[in-house]
């Protein structure tokens, strides 16, 4: 078992920065890949970015290439997304996740508001 808890989420005017954090606990030893989904109200869930255990980036989704960055520090286990320039259209709720070998894993969800 796996625990997610993310943080940093908030109101935000347009072309403002948040950064998001995950921290995991529990059975971290196996965690593979860690990532953000975000899911706005009305839409469906949405891959946002995802990170391998090396560092390495997997993918980020076309609307976010070039204003977010992920990153992640595995010593500690938590996982970031800094986002740059948001836009209205960035409003969700982000949910931090992770693949382990027996499944993934799921945070509560954080609320991302972007409004003038």
């Known amino acids: 078992q796996v625990q997610l808890v993310e943080s940093g989420g908030g109101l935000m005017q347009p072309g403002g920065s948040l950064r998001l954090s995950c921290a995991a606990s529990g059975s971290t030893f196996s965690i593979n890949v860690m990532g953000w989904y975000r899911q706005a109200p009305g839409k469906e869930r949405e891959l946002v970015a995802a990170?391998?255990?090396?560092?390495?980036?997997?993918t980020y989704a076309d609307s976010v290439k070039g204003r977010f960055t992920i990153s992640r520090d595995s010593a500690i286990n938590r996982v970031y997304l800094q986002m740059n320039s948001l836009e209205p259209e960035d409003t969700a709720v982000y949910y931090c996740?992770?693949?382990?070998?027996?499944?993934?894993?799921w945070g509560q969800g954080t609320q991302v508001t972007v409004s003038s």
């Open positions: 990170i391998a255990h090396s560092g390495t980036v997997i």
């Open positions: 996740y992770v693949t382990l070998s027996t499944g993934d894993y």
